[in-house]
Each structure stands twice: as structure tokens, then as C-alpha cells.
């Protein structure tokens, strides 16, 4: 049975006060889409004011800290996220897993904590440019999924996959639709290796330029339950397409 799709937009270090009215537009239009689930990850400084503009549109973190509290200058933890009005949260982006030097294990900290504080988690996985050339990147993304996910799924909160291959982020390159199909199928053959039967119910997103003319396409491949999208969804003009082609894919 297809799950339901989850469309997030990913606004990187982008987004100040002015910008909320961008924010209400897409949760405003959104509600025309009940059949499908949307949200906006915005920096971390803008998630309160955000959630207080559009009360219960979905609002997420892009990084969260393993630990509760504590000597972690600059970091925010789950429990502060949720306390500003975030539902959800970005994990081991490749910005972060490249810039922040963060490791797999890092990545599956963060994952549990998030899921066990009750915060939703969208986990991203991707390979290089080097790695799709090689032939290797399917194993190479199992296996980066194999050592992030979390040991255990919980009832408190959702965890999502986003295939976000890195070459293909803000470059305007995706990879072939089978390519896209392939990959999904394999991570979904690792949730259920992994999770039993809840691994089936694990949304995975497809991540890296997508926009409103090639949405219609990666939606209806199999397995792909949504997408994280960065560059096209700061404006409501570019993002709602995206929405609206993942409604009408059912
Ligand atoms: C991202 O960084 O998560 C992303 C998908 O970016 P873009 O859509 O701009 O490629």
C-alpha cells in the first residue's frame, strides 16, 4: 500500500523575520493538500517564530544534539526543539555529515535521541559523485544507512530516509529514474532487514534538486514517499507545485 507523502522543505542557513510571510503562504496553500503531509525545516533561530505563525503546520530543525542538555556551545537539543514548536528534525545532511565532519554513529546518536524525545526525524543518506561513478553507490548507502539508523524504531516519533545523492544537491542534476528506483528499493530491503514489518511503513523521501518539472516523474517511482527539497521551497511559487505533484501522485 503507498504511504502517504511527506514533502519538507529544507531552507538551509536562509530565512530571517521577513520571511514568515513565505512561510504562512506555503502552510496556508498546503491546507488545500490534506492528502499529503507537509513541512518547512528553518534554522534554528527562526523555528519559534515560524511555529507561532502557522499553529499546527508541521515546523522542523535541521540538526539536533545527541545529548539533553549540557557544555555544547552553539547546539540545540531535541528537547529544545520541541519546546520552540518544532515536530520534526533534518539528520546527517551531507552539508553537515561534509562540513561538521559529522560520522555515522554521530548521525544514529542524533537519530535516537530526536526519536526518543518524541521529535519526528528525517535521516539522510547519499553517495558522491566519485562513489555513483564507480558503481558502487547502492552499497555504499546501505551500508551509511546500516551504521545511522537508529537500533530501534519507536512509537513516540517518525523516522523518514531521504536519499539525497550529493551530487545531485543545488547542481540541478537528479539521476535516471531507475537509478532513483534502485536505490529506494534497496533502502527499503534494509528498513525491513532492520525493522520487521514497521521498516515497511518507513517513508523514504528522494532529496537533490527537485522541482516543480520533475517532480510528477520521481513521484510516481516506486518507493519514493515524498521529497526533501532545499533551493525550491524558500518560495511558495516554487514549492507548492512540488505539494501539489505529490498529491496528485496519491
Ligand atoms: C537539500 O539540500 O536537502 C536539497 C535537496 O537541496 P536542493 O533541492 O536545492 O538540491
Known amino acids: 500500500m503507498a504511504l502517504k507523502k ?3 522543505g529544507n531552507w538551509k542557513m536562509h530565512g ?3 520571511d514568515l510571510a513565505e512561510v504562512r503562504a506555503i502552510a496556508d496553500a498546503s491546507r488545500q493538500y490534506p492528502q499529503v503531509d507537509v513541512a518547512l525545516c528553518v534554522p534554528a533561530i527562526l523555528i519559534e517564530r515560524a511555529a507561532r505563525a502557522v499553529p499546527g503546520f508541521a515546523i522542523g530543525g535541521q540538526d539536533v544534539h545527541s545529548a539533553d542538555k549540557g557544555a555544547h556551545t552553539g547546539c540545540v537539543s531535541a528537547h529544545m526543539l520541541l519546546d520552540a514548536g ?3 528534525t533534518i539528520v546527517g545532511h ?3 555529515r561534509d562540513a561538521q565532519r559529522e560520522s555515522d554513529s554521530q548521525v544514529q546518536a542524533k537519530a535516537h535521541a530526536a526519536l526518543e524525545c518524541g521529535l519526528n526525524v528525517i535521516l539522510c543518506v547519499g553517495e558522491s559523485l566519485e562513489v555513483r561513478e564507480a558503481g558502487t553507490a547502492v552499497q555504499t548507502v546501505v551500508e551509511q544507512l546500516d551504521a545511522s539508523l537508529p537500533h530501534e524504531p519507536t512509537e513516540e516519533a517518525e523516522l523518514a530516509i531521504a536519499y539525497e545523492p550529493i551530487w545531485a544537491i543545488g547542481t540541478g542534476k537528479i539521476p535516471t529514474a531507475a537509478e532513483i528506483g534502485e536505490m529506494h528499493a534497496a533502502i527499503r530491503a534494509q528498513l ?5 514489518e514497521m521498516g515497511s511503513g518507513v517513508r523514504i523521501l528522494y532529496g537533490g534538486s527537485v522541482k516543480a518539472s520533475n517532480a510528477k516523474e520521481i ?3 516506486a518507493d519514493v514517499d515524498g521529497a526533501l527539497v532545499g533551493g525550491a521551497s524558500l518560495k511558495a511559487e516554487d514549492f507548492l507545485p512540488i505539494v501539489e505533484a505529490a498529491a496528485n501522485a496519491g
Open 16 to 18: 530571517v523575520s521577513v
Open 86 to 88: 518544532a515536530v520534526l
Open 219 to 221: 513521484f510516481s517511482i
Open 6 to 8: 511527506l514533502v519538507a
Open 94 to 96: 551531507s552539508e553537515r
Open 192 to 196: 525491513e532487514q532492520r525493522y520487521g
